[in-house]
């Protein structure tokens, strides 16, 4: 008799999955002393953040890279800084995810050099380069290249893999991003798929791979997905994404071994639903998240990664890093989970919850597709617009109180906090020298290389890219030669042009029947009739590397709701660029939005720009992950609101800033 039947228990208990901690910043080699803490803590695997730079291909002395640099992840300009990253730790033994996506063949050729240089045998490195760069144009902002020039890089990634590092992931789909960006669990698993598609398709129609070996190719995709806390829902939605991957990898791509059609990922839990007020209860939030992608043998994730229960106030430090490590060591190792076959098997409930996803998940996909692609649905903004209704409506619902979110909308009464009394203290600080460091050392790199070599292979890159021959051996020998991260995305630059992607805006509606709405509309339209306009206009700027835009994105449609007149030029812009639009169209207020921590310099620069113009009297106001005494540094600089995640009803949020155009306007 099997034993599985008998007891109800495995015969052997499980292995945990990958446990990983998403680290990185300052410099590589604080990164790199990081990282030895946490493998030495128990943790299994590695996970590793870029910052800003790096992920929008741009080397710390660039202007946009001002007061990003080291702070969102460890910046990596050159082959140096990768050797610094790495030193000690052996890559063929370390499985190592990086968090990189439009200069991921970069990334992955420093890598792969590196390990190398260690005498690895690459076929042997095991890991992940995110390389999804669909779901940067709906969500994330880190992309450089157009959609197609973008999905031709990936492709190369992929075949090069598939030969030089088989046990290497070469792309992740991404649908992390897109439930931060408003996606229902129906939306994230259809359009996730949607661009799996688009890859699997990409490197079909390549040339590159022969049809017989698709199968290696689909055996290599993973998913890297976003984990919210309604857990039930969340275990329907990774059984559903099985269900239709396995079906679609069959039916299109004819992949017949039921081992390579298997859904594969990686989770990070949501990190945008922690709550900057009585951020203690993020704690309990990150354990129910877990929950959802680790109760169901049949569905449960490979690696795992948490947040920090800080996250909504700033940077985690060390020990917050080890305390969500902690969590999964203790689900893994002290519950009897991992002893038991799924337990979700032969459930109505969840069987009834998984058809309901995969019924409405095909109707997006079969939507894309009928648009010609995933690409189409982002040239046309489809898709982006899709996300920006989505997550209108779950802020409608919030702000009514429909959902409830503890601490925030309800039962916000508290204790002070012990976890946050040390106030700055609570999170890491980035030293400003660092950005000072990492300039002064890409100069001393930039000048001890052969230059002859570094032109011959920018030459080779960009001749490459103006035809269709795989850019990877181009990008190897700019490795090699000492070539920037700067230089190897610029030089593609050129070939393939820079993407400015649609915000999705147009026909987005957020009011919702919010009753407060009609009077702050009443303000609007008298303060426009006072100052003698035809109507107020608030200029939304995201300054800097940050691409994080759905807050901005959320502002603009509920001030336009209310009576606004809205310009927003998306994201990754300079502050000259933020200040020629305010001047040119004449706007009432500037609202600035920055979650990276780049504010004490960004902001700053804005108004010195202003002052130069000759409007120092424009109001402006800021969003962003700003801790305390950050916010009375701008206010002192001459911020006149600065607005925080505890800060979240909307309509609240545009009737303040029509008071602070009355105020800015001597108007009672």
Not at 217 to 225: E, G, M, P
Request: proline letters at 4%; a negative charge; hydrophobic letters at 45%.
């Amino acid at each position: 008799m099997d034993e599985t039947a008998s007891t109800g228990r495995l015969p052997e208990r499980d292995r945990p999955w990958v446990m990983r901690t998403y680290a990185g910043h300052s410099s590589a080699t604080a990164t790199n002393a990081l990282f030895r803490r946490n493998l030495a803590k128990g943790q299994t695997g590695l996970s590793v953040a870029f910052d800003l730079p790096t992920q929008t291909g741009y080397d710390p002395d660039h202007e946009l890279a001002t007061g990003e640099v080291g702070r969102v992840g460890v910046p990596v300009a050159h082959l140096g800084d990768m050797r610094a990253l790495f030193d000690g730790i052996p890559l063929a033994e370390t499985n190592t995810s990086m968090t990189i996506n439009a200069p991921a063949m970069w990334l992955l050729a420093l890598y792969g050099t590196v390990g190398l240089e260690q005498g690895a045998d690459l076929a042997r490195c095991a890991g992940t380069t995110q390389n999804d760069i669909i779901k940067e144009y709906l969500s994330r902002g880190t992309y450089i290249f157009p959609p197609a020039a973008s999905l031709r890089l990936t492709a190369d990634v992929i075949a090069h893999t598939l030969t030089a590092m088989p046990r290497w992931n070469p792309v992740n789909i991404c649908s992390y991003h897109l439930q931060e960006a408003g996606a229902t669990p129906v939306q994230e698993v259809g359009f996730a798929l949607a661009t799996a598609v688009a890859v699997l398709d990409a490197v079909r129609d390549s040339g590159q791979v022969p049809p017989e070996r698709m199968g290696d190719v689909v055996q290599r995709i993973s998913f890297f997905v976003n984990a919210g806390v309604r857990f039930v829902e969340e275990i329907a939605k990774m059984r559903a994404f099985g269900v239709l991957w396995d079906e679609i990898t069959r039916q299109r791509y004819g992949v017949t071994d039921a081992r390579q059609r298997r859904f594969r990922y990686g989770v990070q839990v949501n990190s945008l639903g922690l709550t900057e007020a009585q951020p203690e209860n993020n704690i309990q939030r990150i354990v129910l998240e877990m929950l959802g992608v680790t109760m169901s043998r049949d569905a449960r994730a490979r690696a795992v990664q948490l947040p920090a229960w800080n996250e909504a106030l700033g940077l985690p430090r060390p020990w917050d890093q080890q305390w969500s490590l902690r969590m999964q060591q203790v689900l893994a190792y002290e519950s009897d989970l991992l002893e038991y076959p799924d337990l979700f098997a032969g459930s109505h409930v969840m069987t009834a919850l998984v058809d309901e996803v995969v019924a409405g998940a095909r109707v997006e996909l079969d939507t894309v597709l009928e648009l010609g692609g995933v690409v189409s649905a982002v040239e046309t903004g489809y898709l982006k617009s899709a996300l920006v209704a989505s997550l209108a409506e779950r802020r409608r619902r919030m702000e009514s109180g429909a959902d409830v979110v503890v601490g925030v909308n309800r039962y916000a009464e508290t204790e002070s906090s012990p976890l946050t009394a040390a106030g700055a203290e609570a999170v890491e600080q980035v030293d400003p020298a660092v950005e000072t460091a990492a300039t002064e050392g890409v100069h001393r790199w930039r000048a001890d290389r052969d230059a002859a070599a570094v032109d011959a292979a920018l030459s080779r890159l960009r001749a490459d890219a103006a035809s269709t021959t795989n850019l990877m051996p181009a990008t190897l020998e700019c490795v090699r030669v000492g070539v920037t991260t700067g230089e190897w995305a610029g030089a593609l630059r050129q070939v393939f042009g820079e993407y400015r992607a649609p915000t999705g805006l147009a026909g987005a509606t957020g009011s919702g029947g919010d009753p407060g709405l009609a009077a702050v509309r009443e303000r609007v339209v008298a303060t426009a009739r006072e100052l003698g306009s035809g109507r107020l206009r608030l200029l939304v700027g995201k300054p800097g590397l940050d691409g994080h835009s759905n807050g901005a994105e959320q502002i603009a449609v509920r001030a336009r709701d209310a009576g606004f007149e809205v310009v927003y030029q998306g994201i990754r812009l300079t502050a000259g660029q933020i200040v020629a639009a305010a001047v040119e169209e004449d706007v009432d207020l500037v609202g600035l939005s920055v979650l990276s921590g780049s504010h004490l310099a960004a902001v700053p620069a804005v108004l010195d720009g202003l002052r130069a113009a000759g409007r120092a009297d424009l109001p402006v106001v800021v969003g962003g992950i700003i801790p305390a005494g950050d916010a009375d540094t701008l206010r002192a600089a001459g911020v006149a609101r600065v607005f925080t995640p505890k800060d979240f009803a909307l309509t609240d949020i545009i009737d303040d800033l029509v008071t602070v155009i009355r105020r800015a306007n001597d108007l009672p």
